[in-house]
């Protein structure tokens, strides 16, 4: 038997991602300062209770962050944000069939979450910060490599493209140069335009409009747009408010051919999901 990159399944851990359908990814923040949950889920078992509300809702992956990335949040030490997340990683590997993405930069807290069951690496730095290629490389584990220009505390000071999806897609396709010289070959790679990152309002719109492009690069995308200040600015809402604009991104994003859609909303964005799926099997 020869072995050819998978376009139908992506080995994720001990788990496999069905490369073939829209998946749904809930997310868990483990930080005490986490602006949609105001905190409530920092508690290990608040948060397993939430996790596995978003695997009965129709989760198959979720993604656990110990990290805020809001401008402005304190930043955090390695050895802090590993006693975040490790005990929330190691008790849904146990009580969970769902594949775990954790939301982290540092190396550290990669390896010690891949030895504890986690499937995927979610690095908004992608894999930028020293140690971080070669740590993520030795798991053997998928990363998913967003687009961000800058930091998270003064990325949005007033960004500027000249063609923002084309900068975004130069940006993912050398990230993903970087990461095949160290050892983590192309189809272990998830691609994510990064929505709301070092991006205004006009440039997540042209972004969301022409996300096919990145399809040239060749790797599944995941699309994380869930409450965030495009769908705010668009339509006037409040965080709280933005559930109905969130679905409508979350349809086209799907119809665009996104993988996975990384979501606080979960039973509301499988049922559009679902409602898709059934449409393009129908005769
Ligand atoms: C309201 C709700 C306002 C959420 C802002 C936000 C992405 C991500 C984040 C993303 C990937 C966030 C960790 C920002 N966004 N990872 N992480 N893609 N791969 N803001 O778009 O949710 S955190």
């Known amino acids: 038997m020869t072995s050819v990159p998978s376009l139908t399944r992506l080995p994720c851990g001990n788990r496999v991602l069905d490369l073939t359908q829209t998946h749904v ?12 949950d105001g905190g409530l889920y920092s508690q290990l078992d608040a948060a397993m209770r939430h996790a596995e509300a978003m695997v009965v809702a129709g989760a198959t992956l979720i993604d656990v962050g110990g990290e805020s990335t809001r401008p402005g949040a304190r930043a955090v030490s390695p050895l802090e944000e590993l006693e975040r997340v490790a ?8 009580e969970l069939d769902v594949i775990i993405s954790v939301d982290t930069s540092t190396p550290a807290v990669m390896r ?9 690496i979610n690095d908004v730095r992608s894999l930028r910060r020293d140690g971080a290629l070669d740590a993520a490389a030795a798991t053997g584990l998928p990363v998913c490599l967003m687009h961000m220009l800058g930091e998270p505390g003064d990325m949005q000071d007033n960004p500027h493209y000249h063609d923002v999806t084309k900068e975004v897609s130069e940006f993912l396709a050398e990230r993903m140069a970087q990461c095949e010289l160290a050892g983590i070959p192309a189809d272990r790679i998830i691609l994510d ?36 200040s495009m769908i705010g600015q ?6 709280g408010e933005r559930l109905h604009g969130g679905l409508a991104l979350a349809a086209l994003a ?19 999901v679902r409602m898709i799926a059934a449409v393009e099997s129908a005769e």
Request: proline share 6%.
């Open 234 to 239: 668009a339509l006037n809402r409040p965080v």
């Open 25 to 36: 990814m809930g997310i868990l923040n483990v930080t005490p300062d986490s602006f949609s």
């Open 193 to 228: 335009p990064g929505f709301g990152f070092a991006k205004n309002l006009q440039h997540n719109l042209s972004l969301f409009k022409h996300m096919d492009a990145l399809h040239v690069l060749g790797r599944p995308l995941l699309v994380g747009v869930s409450r965030k």
């Open 87 to 94: 005990p929330i990683v190691e008790r849904i590997n146990r």
């Open 112 to 120: 010690e979450t891949a030895r504890l069951g986690a499937g995927l």
């Open 254 to 272: 799907s119809f665009k051919g996104a993988r996975i859609l990384r979501v606080h909303d979960v039973a509301e964005t499988v049922d559009v």
